[in-house]
């Protein structure tokens, strides 16, 4: 199993970035994105049921940042609208083998990609 997380860069405060993760090995139940700003712990960020009929943000970006998958080309997607400086992190995607959204939050991955950087300048 592997995943393969991209798309990060540098942004001014209220620009937009899209982060990608290709997933292969196997199928999921779970997918989803954390992060982990300088000196703090890894915190949930989004999740989505495989086939995208439950999601779950935690409170600081819903209504900013939007996970989605393809399933042609078995890609997830991280789409981040109006960022923020505290937006400021290492994003990781997650695959979990089963469970919800929710229980991505609480329990994390079963499977993590690599880290990307986001960084959002004020």
């Known amino acids: 199993v592997q995943l393969q997380a991209s798309g990060g860069g540098l942004v001014q405060a209220g620009g937009s970035l899209r982060l990608f993760c290709v997933a292969s090995g196997r199928t999921f139940g779970v997918y989803g994105w954390f992060r982990q700003a300088p000196g703090k712990e890894r915190e949930f960020v989004a999740a989505?049921?495989?086939?995208?009929?439950?999601?779950f943000y935690t409170d600081s970006v819903k209504g900013r940042f939007t996970v989605s998958r393809d399933n042609r080309n078995n890609t997830m997607y991280l789409r981040m609208n109006s960022l923020k400086p505290e937006d400021t992190a290492v994003y990781y995607c997650a695959a979990n083998r089963d469970g919800s959204p929710q229980g991505m939050a609480v329990m994390g991955g079963d499977y993590w990609g690599q880290g990307t950087q986001v960084t959002v300048s004020s």
């Open positions: 989505s049921s495989w086939r995208g009929d439950r999601k």
